[in-house]
């Protein structure tokens, strides 16, 4: 059955540098999506993503954050300069149609230190 | 806007019992219902859903919601658990209509289920 798959599982990263946390969504969905889990707290979510644009975003996805598909079979989240706060599970997700099911990807552990 | 409330974060029950994870939500607008689950180490997996029609939907496994729009509510029902049912599960809200799929989730429910 396909999967949404996301690399790193794991990453820690210093303050103030910057990630890339990568996804690779199921191969005929057309809608995209980033939610963060930052832990104890509910599920957010940040940003979604439709014919090479964001469709929709939440008040945390801020300048710092930004969202690609630089082909055509990864979607990536950007951090820059990142925070202490922005410790969390980051998790990709992807549909075929707008409102149907979202498929969630297993989820990239991010620690700032 | 939405927000979904789940009213117990723990759920401890032993196997072959019934179980009730309860949801509330509130929104201004039509809404859609889901029910992901987590097991461990994986990532959120769509148990069941609510987009029109019949308010009582059924997953594969045994589970089963209720839409009750005047309570606002979707609980999630089991009448037998088994242990393979350990997880940890959310309540999620969508906007119907013209909406992005923009999903709000719950705070989740630790459903534990012990011999």
């Known amino acids: 059955e396909p999967e949404v798959t996301q690399t790193p599982s794991h990453q820690v990263t210093q303050m103030g540098q910057e990630v890339i946390l990568r996804c690779v969504p199921i191969?005929?969905?057309?809608?995209f999506y980033w939610y963060r889990q930052i832990l104890g707290q509910k599920v957010e979510f940040l940003v979604s993503?439709?014919?090479?644009?964001?469709?929709?975003k939440s008040e945390i996805f801020d300048d710092q954050f930004s969202v690609e598909r630089p082909d055509g079979s990864n979607f990536t989240l950007k951090i820059r300069s990142t925070k202490l706060e922005d410790s969390a599970m980051y998790f990709c997700?992807?549909?075929?149609?707008?409102?149907?099911?979202?498929?969630f990807g297993p989820g990239t552990r991010l620690l700032v230190l | 806007a939405q927000s979904v409330t789940q009213l117990d974060s723990q759920v401890p029950v032993f196997e072959e019992a019934p179980v009730e994870l309860r949801c509330n939500y509130s929104?201004?607008?039509?809404?859609?219902l889901f029910w992901y689950v987590q097991y461990p180490n994986q990532g959120l997996q769509l148990l069941l859903k609510?987009?029109?029609?019949?308010?009582l939907v059924e997953s594969i496994n045994g589970f089963e919601a209720e839409f009750n729009k005047s309570q606002t509510s979707f609980h999630l029902r089991k009448p037998s658990v088994h242990i393979s049912d350990t997880a940890e599960y959310f309540c999620?809200?969508?906007?119907?209509?013209?909406?992005?799929?923009?999903?709000?989730f719950g705070q989740g429910t630790i459903l534990t289920v012990h011999p």
């Open positions: 993503f439709y014919n090479n644009e964001i469709s929709e």
């Open positions: 999620a809200v969508s906007p119907s209509g013209t909406s992005y799929g923009k999903l709000t």
């Open positions: 191969s005929n969905h057309l809608y």
């Open positions: 997700a992807s549909s075929e149609e707008v409102q149907e099911t979202q498929y």
């Open positions: 609510y987009l029109s029609g019949s308010t």
């Open positions: 929104s201004s607008v039509s809404v859609y």
